[in-house]
């Protein structure tokens, strides 16, 4: 069975430092891993999306995450933060054949401090 | 280029009364269709999917249902609303001819009083 599971509920950094939101994943076969980010009241964006081609995979606004099938896992991060970064970041594996059905983690909150 | 569409953006609702949720999308034909709800405090749950028209299936028993009765409207609804419906409703779509890429709506927050 697919799961995910997202480390931490909270990350607070500081405008300009890194930053690492932590996934790990389950998986029965090679799995298609995103990130999405949800800002407040939105719907979510998709950030970027992990389908079996280069392990290091890049997104928008200068994050990326990497696939590590050894680690299972697939963490998200940016060499340096931005106070419009503050949202909620779900890790998220895909599962259900032709349906395509997603399976969320619970979320991370990031929080950006000036 | 598509775009999706939710309304209402808010609503505020009693115990016990009928609920409607729209969500069309533009720009493209015959999408899957996806129902999540997102608790405070939680991921998201995949309530309903859609791979056409009048075709429904659901993920878990609840107090809600769906509908599609037009190839680019999903339709969530309730005769009777409990206070644990409350959340904020998302809908999304896929192209149906491939790709795993979900695309989400704007979302309507639901409180149940």
């Known amino acids: 069975a697919q799961s995910v599971t997202q480390l931490d509920s909270h990350v607070s950094v500081s405008e300009g430092t890194p930053v690492l939101l932590r996934c790990n994943y389950s998986s029965s076969y090679s799995p298609s891993l995103f990130w999405y980010v949800q800002h407040p009241n939105k719907g979510l964006q998709l950030l970027l999306k992990y389908t079996s081609a280069a392990t290091l995979v890049k997104g928008i606004n200068g994050f990326e995450a990497e696939f590590k099938k050894s680690e299972t896992s697939f963490h998200l991060t940016k060499p340096s933060a931005h106070m419009s970064d503050a949202a909620e970041y779900f890790c998220v594996v895909r599962y259900g054949g032709a349906t395509n059905k997603l399976i969320f983690g619970t979320g991370t909150l990031l929080a950006v401090q000036p | 280029s598509q775009t999706i569409h939710q309304w209402p953006a808010t609503l505020v609702q009693p115990v016990g009364s009928p609920l409607s949720l729209e969500c069309t999308v533009e720009g493209t034909s015959n999408p899957n269709l996806y129902w999540y709800r997102q608790a405070a405090g939680r991921g998201l749950q995949l309530l309903f999917y859609s791979v056409g028209i009048g075709q429904i299936s659901s993920e878990v028993p609840q107090n809600l249902s769906a509908s599609r009765p037009q190839d680019r409207q999903f339709i969530l609804s309730s005769k009777k609303l409990l206070l644990s419906d409350s959340g904020f409703y998302l809908c999304?779509?896929?192209?149906?001819?491939?790709?795993?890429?979900?695309?989400f709506g704007p979302g309507t927050r639901l409180l149940v009083l």
């Open positions: 999304a779509w896929r192209h149906s001819g491939g790709g795993e890429t979900q695309y």
